[in-house]
């Protein structure tokens, strides 16, 4: 009923830009707050940025300054747009939203995962 999906990772060299984009599809009520996580191998996957519904922001110190959450709620679609990456970004990244949808005759709410985009970068 409802999915959630990242794009956007890839390679890039330190120094560059990417943007992530999380997007939800289904029977779709309001998409509210949402997280980007990232995860490397051996490690918990750590929260990097969040926002909310009203667009209030929050991120990690390691990425503050370098990345920004946006949203289109009119798409359904979160970003996260990275600036002056380092090799030490390189992780999956997962985006996690709490939605509210509409199933069998009723508005509902659950917690969603993305399957993550990979994102590389390179010294």
């Known amino acids: 009923q409802v999915q959630l999906v990242e794009s956007g990772g890839g390679l890039v060299q330190a120094g560059g830009s990417l943007r992530l984009s999380c997007a939800a599809s289904g029977s779709i009520v309001s998409i509210n707050a949402v997280g980007w996580y990232r995860q490397t191998p051996g490690k918990q996957r750590e929260l990097v940025a969040h926002i909310t519904r009203g667009g209030s922001t929050n991120y990690v110190d390691s990425v503050k300054d370098r990345f920004t959450l946006s949203r289109d709620n009119a798409k359904n679609t979160v970003y996260l747009q990275m600036n002056s990456l380092k090799p030490e970004d390189t992780a999956v990244y997962y985006c996690?939203?709490?939605?509210?949808?509409?199933?069998?005759?009723?508005?509902?709410?659950?917690?969603?995962w993305g399957q993550g985009t990979p994102v590389t970068v390179s010294s």
């Open positions: 996690n939203a709490n939605i509210g949808y509409y199933a069998d005759g009723a508005n509902k709410y659950g917690n969603y």
